[in-house]
């Protein structure tokens, strides 16, 4: 399974580095999407990274958000700079076995952290 963490509230401007953290498997050959869905509405990609460190981002982040990863902690970060209150949702990881960006095929998805950007 993949856990995220590192959601919370805060004020527009502010920041949040966000985990994806793997358990029971290795991160190392999965490529990382982290994905954004509000209740009722479609799930939006936001970043995903390959296990060879290629990066992609959507428009709406793109010089505010870095995805990054730390095989040695089996881990996945998302660093979120500059956040808006329109960045408010709950922010999800994936994983995908020798993925390429954008993640497809999922092996697996966390349960979701919540961000909220509000003063």
């Known amino acids: 399974q993949v856990v995220e963490s590192g959601g919370g509230l805060v004020q527009p401007g502010g920041s949040l580095r966000l985990s994806c953290v793997a358990s029971g498997f290795t991160l190392e050959h999965y490529a990382i999407g982290w994905f954004r869905q509000t209740p009722g509405k479609e799930r939006g990609g936001v970043s995903c990274i390959t296990e060879d460190g290629s990066t992609m981002y959507a428009d709406s982040v793109k010089g505010r958000f870095t995805i990054s990863r730390d095989n040695a902690k089996n881990t996945v970060y998302l660093q979120m700079t500059s956040l808006k209150p329109e960045d408010t949702d709950a922010y999800y990881c994936?994983?995908?076995?020798?993925?390429?960006?954008?993640?497809?095929?999922?092996?697996?998805w966390g349960k979701g952290t919540l961000v909220t950007v509000s003063s």
């Open positions: 994936a994983a995908e076995l020798e993925g390429r960006c954008p993640v497809g095929a999922v092996d697996y």
